[in-house]
């Protein structure tokens, strides 16, 4: 049904699910400004394959960042799925939808170039999630592409319509994909709330469960 979002060589190498979360120690002392380790050490978990994984994750190490703390307590719960890969590479459309909006967010830790797409599916949620109940609605909601490359930002405009297989994007570098190792942000999105070109990607504790049901898990957009 959906095109692939990646190109073919990505996966002839086949996906390694990885775990940076708060119960990995290893993970948990990462210095997400070290990118040499950090890339070196998602390296040695992807073990020669394509990292994935991330989704309702409790990663203690955005505490790191100022775009996830208040004075209080630092957002750690991630919203979407990662896929780390060399930057540059192409990313495509995995089905039609026009651009809802898009911008690029600076700053250690912010999502650098993104691009937001809109979609209207048939039955999207019941299909992918395992629901055998056909309710026959066309479901319309959003996947927040990010850490792209700035170039990708170029000579595109909101409402403009992407054909299913077209590129998007390309992933961007560290320095234009807020610092992080070279990876793919996709998370879904079932109401933008009145944002445009941003979305939180990662929620306080306390919120997980409004924000996860809001943001349903877009595993079955990459691997199908």
Not at 117 to 129: G, H, P, Q, R, S
Request: aromatic fraction near 12%.
């Amino acid at each position: 049904m959906f095109s692939k979002i990646f190109p073919e060589s990505i996966y002839q190498k086949g996906f390694h699910q990885i775990d940076l979360s708060a119960q990995n120690p290893d993970a948990v002392a990462l210095n997400l400004q070290d990118l040499h380790t950090c890339n070196a050490y998602i390296e040695k978990l992807c073990n020669g394959k394509i990292g994935i994984g991330g989704y309702g994750e409790k990663r203690v190490w955005y505490a790191q960042s100022n775009i996830f703390r208040n004075e209080n307590e630092a957002r750690n719960i991630h919203l979407g799925v990662d896929i780390w890969a060399e930057a540059g590479t192409p990313i495509y459309n995995f089905w039609e939808g026009k651009i809802h909006s898009f911008a690029y967010n600076e700053g250690f830790g912010n999502y650098g170039g993104t691009i937001i797409l809109e979609y209207e599916i048939k039955d999207f949620f019941e299909n992918n999630t395992n629901n055998n109940t056909k309710n026959n609605n066309i479901d319309n909601f959003f996947v927040l592409y990010g850490h792209l490359s700035k170039k990708s930002l170029e000579n595109i405009q909101e409402n403009q319509i992407i054909q299913k297989g077209t590129e998007i994007a390309k992933l961007g570098n560290p320095s234009e994909n807020g610092g992080w190792s070279p990876h793919l942000h996709i998370q879904i999105i079932k109401d933008m709330q009145g944002k445009k070109g941003d979305f939180i990607g990662v929620c306080y504790e306390k919120d997980k469960d409004f924000y996860l049901n809001l943001c349903p898990n877009p595993t079955d957009l990459i691997m199908n």
